[in-house]
């Protein structure tokens, strides 16, 4: 049997891929989608929670960012390296 060339491989590896692709997505569109939500709601009104404010928005994009970094670091950890 051959030795992975990752610590975390197979299946486990396949769903961290997969979440670091939706998490690239969130974070290239973010602030495009919005700026759309507060177009949109001063067009067609919102309510008080809806959309967030700029600095709630700052906040969830770092949280987001870190979070995508996490994984990057977790990915690129080769095996027999602890």
């Known amino acids: 049997m051959n ?3 990752f610590k975390i491989h197979g299946k486990e ?3 961290l ?3 670091l692709s939706e998490y690239q997505s969130i974070v290239k569109y973010f602030w495009h989608c919005h700026s759309l939500d507060k177009d949109m709601t001063s067009i067609y ?11 709630e928005a700052l906040l969830k ?3 987001i960012n870190k979070e ?3 994984i990057k670091e977790l990915l690129s950890i080769r095996y027999g390296n602890t």
Do not use: H, I, S
Request: charged content about 40%; proline content about 8%; hydrophobic content about 15%.
């Open 61 to 63: 994009f770092n949280k």
């Open 68 to 70: 995508l970094e996490n």
């Open 3 to 5: 030795t992975p060339q």
């Open 17 to 19: 891929k997969k979440k």
């Open 45 to 55: 009104g919102g309510n008080e929670n809806y959309p967030m404010d700029d600095t």
């Open 13 to 15: 590896r396949r769903a």
